[in-house]
């Protein structure tokens, strides 16, 4: 009888995962490529020359056919600039600043571009990094960084003097982040930034949806 409610269980489980998909799907906006989640189509490995199907296993790995959905897919429709883009995103994520830096790092541009997949990818990487869902909270909600650590706080706010207003960073607040970080980690926080906003335009622009598996964790405040 147990084995029989706990089988009962498992496919109720699947049903209702295969419902969830479906009605994911159903609710796409009809530009968007059921498969990829975005305006644009999965790039697969064997539709490419040998030099693409290269670059196709230096970001995506060697034993698929099918590129991950995300950016990897829809940059690799510019295939050579692709490669150094992803190389330079692994490179960045072994940053000298720490995972959580580039977390919070990461996840600036995220709000500022209102992009909910990059938003939504690196909260959760955040969050298992062991940032503060407080930290977290100020850039979801563009709340003052008033009361924060202060490295944490710098982070954020030289985020938003960049990507904001006129988008300068005066004296005082760079050498404060050079005080706090160094030259070396100042920079590393600068092009990780510049990075995840290239990202977010381009996700912006191919308006990549979530995997119907994902909840979305940015609210589209003004």
Same mark, same amino acid.
Do not use: C
């Given at each position: 009888?147990?084995?029989?409610?706990?089988?009962?269980?498992?496919?109720?489980?699947?049903?209702?995962?295969?419902?969830?998909?479906?009605?994911?799907?159903m609710?796409?906006?009809?530009d968007?490529?059921?498969?990829?989640l975005? %305006?644009?189509?999965?790039?697969?490995?064997d539709?490419?020359?040998?030099?693409?199907?290269?670059?196709?296993?230096?970001?995506?790995?060697?034993?698929?056919?099918?590129?991950?959905?995300?950016?990897p897919?829809?940059?690799?429709?510019s295939?050579?600039?692709?490669e150094?883009?992803?190389?330079m995103?692994?490179?960045l994520?072994?940053?000298?600043?720490?995972?959580q830096?580039?977390?919070?790092?990461?996840l600036?541009?995220?709000?500022?571009?209102?992009?909910?997949?990059?938003?939504?990818?690196?909260?959760?990487?955040?969050l298992?990094?062991g940032?503060?869902?407080?930290i977290?909270?100020?850039?979801?909600?563009?709340?003052?960084?008033?009361?924060?650590?202060?490295?944490?706080?710098?982070?954020?706010?030289y985020? %938003?003097?960049?990507?904001?207003?006129d988008h300068?960073?005066?004296?005082?607040?760079?050498?404060?982040?050079?005080?706090?970080?160094? %030259?070396?980690?100042?920079?590393?926080?600068?092009?990780?930034?510049?990075?995840?906003?290239?990202?977010?335009?381009?996700?912006?622009?191919?308006?990549?949806?979530?995997?119907?598996?994902?909840?979305?964790?940015?609210?589209?405040?003004e």
């Amino acid at each position: 009888m147990k084995k029989t409610i706990k089988y009962l269980l498992i496919l109720i489980g699947m049903k209702a995962t295969i419902l969830s998909a479906q009605t994911a799907q159903m609710s796409l906006p009809p530009d968007i490529d059921p498969e990829s989640l975005s %305006r644009l189509p999965l790039i697969l490995k064997d539709s490419l020359d040998e030099e693409g199907q290269r670059i196709f296993e230096v970001i995506n790995g060697p034993d698929t056919n099918i590129p991950r959905i995300g950016p990897p897919n829809n940059s690799m429709y510019s295939l050579e600039p692709s490669e150094p883009y992803d190389v330079m995103n692994q490179l960045l994520r072994r940053a000298s600043v720490g995972r959580q830096i580039f977390e919070i790092s990461s996840l600036v541009p995220a709000r500022e571009f209102n992009q909910q997949y990059e938003w939504t990818a690196h909260e959760i990487g955040a969050l298992n990094a062991g940032v503060d869902q407080e930290i977290i909270d100020v850039i979801k909600y563009k709340r003052s960084v008033e009361g924060l650590p202060e490295r944490e706080a710098a982070v954020i706010e030289y985020g %938003r003097a960049l990507l904001q207003g006129d988008h300068q960073v005066s004296s005082d607040m760079f050498a404060n982040m050079v005080e706090l970080f160094g %030259r070396q980690g100042t920079i590393e926080i600068t092009m990780i930034m510049g990075d995840y906003t290239m990202t977010a335009m381009l996700l912006n622009a191919v308006n990549q949806q979530l995997p119907p598996d994902r909840q979305p964790m940015l609210p589209m405040l003004e």
